[in-house]
């Protein structure tokens, strides 16, 4: 995984499986503070 340091903040793309679909999100941010993890699925394109 790339790190990029950013305008303060921690930039990351990843990847992630829904339902048998892979989808890669770009600059996304990396909040190492967080309890959870949300991605909103629904936004996905398919």
Known sequence: ????WKDG??????TLE???TKFT??????????ATTAVDIHKLDK
């Open 1 to 4: 995984m790339k790190f990029e």
């Open 25 to 34: 999100i770009d600059h996304s941010i990396l909040d190492t503070g967080s």
């Open 9 to 14: 903040l921690i930039w990351v793309t990843f």
């Open 18 to 20: 829904y339902e048998g």
